[in-house]
């Protein structure tokens, strides 16, 4: 159902975005793929995907990532980052830096790519992503987990805004993904305790995010202002 559908994904060369890409390929969608510092992990994904640098925290590089995009049905937004507080002097910078690259650059670039899909009256549907530490408290993660909360927050709002245009606007809070940036702490073991206990019954694979993901890209989806957990049940 994603035949011939222009679908931005930004971030999407990251561990959850190029699954995710990989799945959209495959249903014929016609994809713009931007990535920020690695370039070459956005290689991988050339022979499908249109590559294009942005950093989303730059309104000039958020516009010019648009205009590539002039039929835009979809747009994705992996970016983020965990913003670890290494010291209690560190806490202010580090939750700036998070606002600015887990919330205020993906709610700007939505409500700029709803803003075009309302200009030329196309139906669309965007999807944001926060994390587990935004629906459940996680000892530490004042700055990333706010941040993310912010962002599903502001989703909920534009998805209201949104609804009579049909432009569907939905969050995934993904759980303990064996890909992207928790790739080290799985293999460091900080997460061992999740399969111990019985959190939850294995990590999670890029792929069961992808399949969230396409199902909410999906035209006829009728769910929208949703915040939904891809976590093997870790939030509960
Ligand atoms: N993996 C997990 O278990 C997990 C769990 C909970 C939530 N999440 C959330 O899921 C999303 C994707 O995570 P991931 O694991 O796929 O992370 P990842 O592999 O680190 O990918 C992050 C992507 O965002 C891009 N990016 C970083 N800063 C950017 C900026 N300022 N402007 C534009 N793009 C920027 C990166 O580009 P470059 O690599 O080129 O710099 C990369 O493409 C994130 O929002 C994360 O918070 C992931």
Do not use: W
């Not at 700029?112 to 999807?127: D, F, L, P, S, T």
């Not at 009579?164 to 969050?171: E, P």
């Amino acid at each position: 159902m994603l035949q011939g559908r222009e679908i931005v994904l930004v971030g999407g060369s990251g561990g959850l975005g190029s699954a995710s890409a990989r799945l959209l390929a495959e249903d014929g969608a016609r994809l713009l793929v931007s990535y920020h510092r690695n370039a070459s992990r956005a290689e991988s994904l050339r022979s499908i995907a249109t590559l294009i640098e942005c950093d989303v925290t730059k309104a000039e590089d958020r516009t010019h990532l648009l205009d590539q995009a002039p039929g835009l049905y979809g747009l994705v937004v992996f970016t983020g980052d965990p913003s670890r507080v290494k010291s209690p002097a560190d806490f202010e910078a580090a939750a700036r830096h998070a606002q600015e690259v887990n919330y205020l650059g993906p709610i700007s670039l939505a409500r700029q790519a709803a803003a075009r899909m309302q200009e030329a009256k196309q139906e669309g549907a965007i999807v944001l992503f926060s994390t587990m530490q935004a629906v459940s408290l996680f000892s530490g993660s004042t700055a990333y987990a706010a941040a993310k909360a912010s962002l599903q927050h502001a989703a909920r709002v534009l998805a209201k805004e949104l609804r009579a245009a049909n432009i569907r606007v939905n969050c995934i809070a993904p759980g303990v993904t064996a890909a992207g940036m928790a790739e080290a702490s799985i293999a460091s073991g900080k997460y061992d305790h999740f399969l111990t206990s019985g959190i939850v019954p294995r990590f999670g694979r890029a792929e069961d995010v992808a399949r969230v993901v396409r199902f909410l890209l999906t035209p006829d989806c009728y769910v929208t202002g949703q915040v939904i957990s891809v976590d093997g049940g870790a939030a509960l």
